[in-house]
């Protein structure tokens, strides 16, 4: 039998415990209504904007935006209000890696979303595998990062060796016996370099000219001379949105029109079509998507175009992102806002996106097949694969207008 003293001492535990009960619940309910921090840097100043501001952050805005509308992002079966907190890495590395520290260590954000670039993606994979921070890339081209075997980052774009290999398929398909390069000297260029390389071995096509250029170029006018008097079937450019707008407007003032012509990265911007005007037609480049892939990616082009005044994403890695932003979504409304959980979420699941199914094997998404886009008539259709091409590729390249 329990003495008067003891049972005083259980009805004081008792009260004690239920009172803490009492105050966890609140802290608990508080916890569940507060927003869902977002965190990410991208480069809003610097060479790497011009792509970062059509294909990734755009993309975070209309996505914040759309969950918002609906009452929030479900977070398993509650809706909470999405806060986004965006930073300028200034398209610096050290900056990127920075603010990704912050946000990641003392700011303790729930997600985060990646920065723009193979080099951006390439330094701070390893920081957020770490931390423990999933990261669906849509801008990171690098087999490199890719064999780094980080669990928590996954690679939405189809890899070197896949794009590589679907243009010089094309190239073989389509006669192609003479080509010229131009390339990018960092890690998306060289990378791709080695790729396109790798799988011109396979082929009889010969490379009259192979030619680095550095980050931030203003002129390619004399590499182009020395191209053109080559008389290439095929221009290669492995370039960025800047250096790919040049290398175009400096081959129409030279007279340089291959039968082919081909600009990575910044091609399948609208903001080509608007600076080349009639002189895109025919121009091809990295493409995968436009609003004729599914119901899904026309969906996601109107609702982009009308938020932000009839400016487009691009037919690229903009349908990438948005991908990401798709499967991040699934994973959070099926599993919560455990990082762990959503990784393994991520990684065991085949996904379906505007771009089709998603599906990784480690960090590459081997779903996605690589492809070749070209302007014709105002779109950006893709023209390789057969399997998933929207129009058939048209050459020789009319010349330029």
């Given at each position: 039998m329990s003495s008067p003293k003891s049972a005083t001492r259980r009805s004081t535990l008792q009260a004690l415990g239920a009172g803490a009960a009492g105050l966890a619940m609140p802290a608990i309910a508080r916890a569940q209504d507060r927003p869902v921090r977002v965190g990410y840097a991208i480069a809003r100043t610097g060479p790497w904007a011009a792509g970062a501001q059509v294909t990734q952050e755009p993309n975070y805005l209309l996505w914040a935006d759309q969950q918002?509308?609906?009452?929030?992002l479900d977070v398993q079966g509650k809706r909470r209000k999405v806060e986004l907190i965006g930073l300028d890495d200034r398209s610096e590395i050290e900056t990127c890696?920075?603010?990704?520290?912050?946000?990641?260590?003392?700011?303790?954000?729930?997600?985060?979303?990646?920065?723009?670039?193979?080099?951006?993606?390439?330094?701070?994979?390893?920081?957020?595998?770490?931390f423990g921070y999933p990261m669906l890339a849509p801008t990171a081209l690098s087999r490199k990062l890719i064999d780094m075997h980080l669990p928590y980052f996954f690679s939405l774009l189809q890899q070197p060796d896949r794009m590589m290999g679907a243009l010089v398929d094309m190239l073989v398909?389509?006669?192609v016996k003479t080509i010229a390069i131009l390339y990018m000297d960092d890690l998306f260029g060289l990378e791709n370099f080695a790729a396109l390389n790798a799988a011109l071995k396979k082929t009889d096509i010969r490379v009259v000219e192979r030619k680095g250029y550095p980050l931030g170029v203003k002129d390619l006018a004399p590499v182009l001379r020395t191209i053109k008097d080559q008389n290439p079937d095929a221009f290669i450019g492995i370039t960025y949105p800047p250096d790919t707008i040049l290398a175009s407007k400096q081959s129409k003032e030279i007279g340089f029109n291959p039968k082919l012509f081909y600009a990575s990265v910044g091609t399948a911007f609208?903001?080509?079509?608007?600076?080349?005007?009639?002189?895109?037609?025919?121009?091809?480049?990295?493409?995968?998507?436009?609003?004729?892939?599914?119901?899904?990616?026309?969906?996601?082009?109107?609702a982009h175009t009308?938020?932000?005044?009839?400016?487009?994403?691009?037919?690229w890695a903009s349908g990438h992102c948005w991908a990401g932003l798709e499967i991040l979504t699934q994973a959070v409304a099926k599993v919560g806002l455990d990082r762990k959980a959503i990784r393994d979420y991520v990684a065991k699941n085949e996904h379906k996106t505007i771009i089709g199914p998603v599906r990784f094997e480690g960090s590459e998404n081997?779903?996605?097949?690589?492809?070749?886009?070209?302007?014709?008539?105002?779109?950006f259709e893709v023209v390789w694969p057969r399997s998933i091409a929207t129009a058939q590729l048209v050459m020789p390249k009319p010349a330029w207008k």
């Open positions: 918002n509308a609906a009452g929030g890696i920075r603010s990704y520290e912050k946000l990641m260590g003392s700011d303790k954000v729930d997600l985060i979303l990646p920065p723009w670039g193979s080099n951006a993606n390439f330094a701070l994979a390893p920081l957020a595998n770490r398909a389509n006669g609208q903001l080509y079509r608007n600076v080349l005007g009639a002189g895109a037609e025919g121009v091809s480049g990295m493409g995968s998507w436009n609003a004729a892939t599914s119901p899904g990616a026309k969906a996601y082009f109107q009308a938020k932000f005044g009839g400016k487009e994403p691009d037919r081997v779903a996605t097949p690589g492809s070749v886009g070209q302007w014709q008539n105002g779109e």
